[in-house]
């Protein structure tokens, strides 16, 4: 298993602003990848984030508004830009640790509210 | 287009009894179905791994079962408590270990 924490846990920002949220993991994984899920809805797959090259987004999510970082294989950060209402919603980071390669671990989420 | 279905309405039943949830998909030939559990303010956590070459897997109170010509996995708690109560959500994997969620049913075991 992997034991993931997020920062911060929960946030309220101002229109047009920007917020960077941490997610970090207990052990070295390959795959890391970050979520979005709007009140009352499933999850989203925003991107990969891929260790030393650009992530991998999701049809309708581009790196503009949601850059992400991998510096390392236990650390990535994503960025929501300029921030609008519609922003709101839970961020999740979730990761596929290396013995057991189809079982996704999911952070504590962040919760973010957009005014 | 894929489009993963579970009852969003919720399910109301009594401790004790065997809850059953459904999920159905279309367009989509999933290699494995996996369900998680989400409780309010929380990430969703795993629970059971289902291949498409079984028909079904246990654990503990826990049952799940794939039917890939039906498109249709059903997920069994039996001798519900209280403390089942949560969302539960199905999500289909493919190659890549890429995972695609339904939109997840809330239980509520009452006591």
């Known amino acids: 298993s992997a034991v993931i924490s997020q920062k911060p846990s929960r946030d309220i920002c101002q229109r047009g602003t920007s917020l960077t949220i941490q997610c970090q993991v207990d052990?070295?994984?390959?795959?890391m990848f970050w979520y979005r899920q709007q009140p009352g809805q499933s999850l989203t797959l925003i991107a990969t984030?891929?260790?030393?090259?650009?992530?991998?987004?999701e049809s309708g999510f581009v790196i503009d508004k949601f850059p992400i970082s991998r510096p390392n294989l236990t650390f990535s950060t994503l960025t929501v830009s300029n921030m609008s209402p519609e922003d709101s919603s839970i961020y999740l980071c979730?990761?596929?640790?290396?013995?057991?390669?189809?079982?996704?671990?999911f952070g504590p989420g962040t919760r973010l509210l957009v005014l | 287009s894929q489009k993963i279905e579970q009852n969003s309405e919720a399910l109301n039943i009594q401790e004790g009894k065997t809850a059953t949830l459904t999920c159905n998909y279309t367009n989509y030939s999933p290699a494995y179905l996996q369900w998680y559990r989400q409780d309010p303010g929380r990430g969703p956590v795993f629970l059971l791994l289902i291949r498409e070459n079984e028909k079904e897997k246990r654990k503990e109170r826990l049952k799940v079962t794939f039917d890939t010509t039906l498109k249709q996995s059903l997920f069994h708690i039996t001798a519900s408590q209280p403390a089942d109560s949560a969302t539960y959500l199905c999500a289909l994997g493919s190659a890549g270990n890429m995972l695609t969620f339904g939109g997840g049913t809330r239980l509520m075991v009452k006591p």
């Open positions: 984030a891929n260790q030393g090259s650009e992530a991998t987004y």
């Open positions: 979730s990761v596929l640790p290396p013995t057991s390669p189809e079982t996704q671990y």
């Open positions: 052990s070295q994984v390959t795959m």
